[in-house]
């Protein structure tokens, strides 16, 4: 896969201009997004007095797959909910430019203030996806997530896996019902 060797190629130049000391001491650029990725989620999560999540690893490989194919394809499009079951999928893109991962969270955060607090209505598509990735990240039995981030010279993709998956029709984000019909 071309990010993998994009990522060796970094990883190798970063080591030939740090000390072993720094080389050693900081964290590999997954364990660094893994942990801001828990840490902004449930600093969210909090505000609405959800549980936190955990990192799964499992569910960051299939982010990456999804974060890969966007890019690629150089739009954003959902992964199927056939190829996700149980699975809820946030993405965001910087195509044209390179932000960082906090950065496309934060437009997630940002749609907190389109969300009225009401259920999830799979009728109104529009202003459901005006707010849906905020709902999917402080939805309160989504207890694992796994995100990824591809970069290209053409941009970024970070993508979010949850399970189980929130935005589910009929139910608010404090509900716990996950056996309802996902949105998406």
Not at 23 to 41: F, G, K, N, Y
Not at 49 to 57: Q, S
Not at 144 to 159: E, F, K, P, Y
């Amino acid at each position: 896969m071309t990010w993998s060797r994009t990522f060796i190629a970094a990883l190798v130049v970063s080591a030939t201009h740090a000390s072993a000391d720094d080389v050693w001491a900081r964290p590999s650029p997954q364990i660094a997004l893994a942990e801001d990725m828990v840490a902004a989620h449930n600093a969210v999560r909090t505000q609405v007095g959800a549980p936190p999540v955990h990192w799964d690893n499992a569910l960051a490989r299939q982010a990456m797959v999804a974060a890969q194919r966007n890019l690629d394809l150089e739009e954003l499009k959902h992964t199927d909910p056939e190829d996700r079951p149980g699975q809820g999928e946030n993405l965001a893109s910087a195509l044209g430019g390179h932000v960082g991962a906090k950065t496309l969270l934060a437009l997630w955060v940002d749609e907190k203030s389109r969300y009225g607090g009401g259920a999830i209505d799979c009728d109104n598509d529009a202003i459901f996806r005006s707010y849906g990735h905020y709902t999917q990240m402080i939805w309160r039995s989504t207890a694992r997530i796994g995100c990824a981030m591809a970069s290209n010279d053409r941009g970024q993709v970070l993508a979010c896996r949850y399970w189980p998956a929130g935005n589910i029709c009929g139910a608010t984000p404090r509900d716990e019902h996950t056996h309802l019909a996902n949105r998406e």
